[in-house]
């Protein structure tokens, strides 16, 4: 009932793909909480009791604690990272892992004496508008002491509805969707509604990018600068696109979102970090960094993960932390 758009629809809300989602009135939909192995789309994953693929609780920052949040996308989250085939859900390799993991681990194993946590705040589907209006609503009780954040595909994704109308984070609309969610007789009555109405008459909207370049580049400063605020350092990762043969309106949408990001960050001395291996710039020679058009497989997460180890230490972003070993090669061990 959220989400209406038939593009949204079509990645988290059919029959094929809800199996890891529930509704969220703030934003449309969510990963379901202690999800055990579950199994979706060529992928196993897990979640904690807060509905994040972490395999510890999080809330409130515990004393100590150095806590980096990874705001993004599928990407982030870790699509098809491992691979999972349908008639073997038990054989994958458990060290492939997402780049968020990977950090995690080197870190803590850099610093053995510290508290750290590094956790994806990723949901597939997510554009950064919804990433925006989830770290306005989080940030405060997570505290994290950096944010890591990557948007892109979702974001010039053609749909007939744009984010700022299908996911309005107006108080009525937060509202309706609020009683929706925990009322089943409004719940009800809405559906009775929205079936006794139908499908819009007419000529059919133009397809537009979920997400605006300039939208685009609004919600970054906003993320960046709400960061700050609470005293947190930021990295921006340039999106990841394969080649500009397979979809080109796409990979010239993709360069010039990537394009302007990167000159907003630099105009702001935000951090940002742009992998050349995985954009469309290498793209007669990067396959073996990708699992398809969108997303890095386990060796991509790997020399993500090791891409951003080298630019904290370049650029003392972690404070007294050690950052460990960046070889991305180290992650096959």
């Known amino acids: 009932m959220f989400v209406t758009s038939p593009q949204q629809q079509m990645q988290v809300a059919n029959p094929q793909q809800s199996s890891i989602f529930e509704g969220d009135p703030l934003l449309l939909w969510r990963l379901k909480p202690n999800l055990d ?4 789309d060529f992928t196993v994953l ?5 509905g994040f693929r972490a395999d510890y609780p999080i809330g409130a920052k515990p004393a100590g604690t150095f806590r980096i949040v990874c705001l993004g996308d599928s990407v ?3 699509y098809r990272v491992p691979p999972v ?9 458990r060290d492939w892992l997402p780049f968020p993991m990977l950090l995690e681990k080197e870190l803590r194993n850099a610093n053995p ?3 750290i946590e590094v956790f994806p705040m990723a949901v597939p589907g997510y554009t950064s508008h919804q990433g925006l209006t989830w770290l306005r609503r989080d940030i405060a009780m997570l505290k994290p002491d950096m944010v890591i954040a990557s948007f892109g595909w979702n974001d010039v994704s053609v749909s007939a509805i744009p984010d700022r ?3 309005n984070t107006s108080w009525t609309s937060y509202a309706n969707r609020w009683l929706i969610d ?7 009555a809405t559906r009775w509604y929205q079936s006794r109405r139908g499908p819009p008459q007419g000529v059919a909207p133009k397809p537009v990018p979920r997400v605006t370049e300039l939208e685009y580049l609004e919600n970054f400063n906003s993320i960046v600068n709400l960061a700050r605020e609470h005293g947190a350092s930021v990295i921006v990762i340039g999106a990841p696109y394969r080649d500009s043969k397979t979809n080109p309106p796409e990979a010239r949408l993709m360069a010039l979102y990537r394009s302007r990001l990167k000159l907003a960050m630099q105009q702001s001395q935000t951090p940002y970090l742009e992998i050349l291996e995985l954009t469309e710039a290498a793209g007669s020679v990067n396959e073996g960094w990708f699992g398809e058009l969108i997303h890095p497989n386990h060796m991509g997460h790997r020399l993500m993960a090791s891409e951003l180890l080298k630019l904290m230490d370049e ?3 972690l404070g007294d932390l050690k950052c460990g070993r960046q070889d991305f090669r180290i992650f096959q061990d």
């Not at 085939?85 to 390799?93: I, R, V």
């Not at 925990?182 to 009800?188: E, I, L, N, V």
């Open 315 to 317: 650029q003392h972003l």
């Open 76 to 78: 982030t989250f870790g």
């Open 113 to 115: 004496d510290r508290k």
């Open 182 to 188: 925990h009322s089943q007789a409004f719940a009800h």
């Open 46 to 50: 897990s979640t904690n009791a807060q």
């Open 37 to 40: 192995h579950a199994y979706w």
């Open 165 to 167: 109308q299908s996911i």
């Open 85 to 93: 085939w349908p008639d073997k859900p038990n054989d994958y390799n």
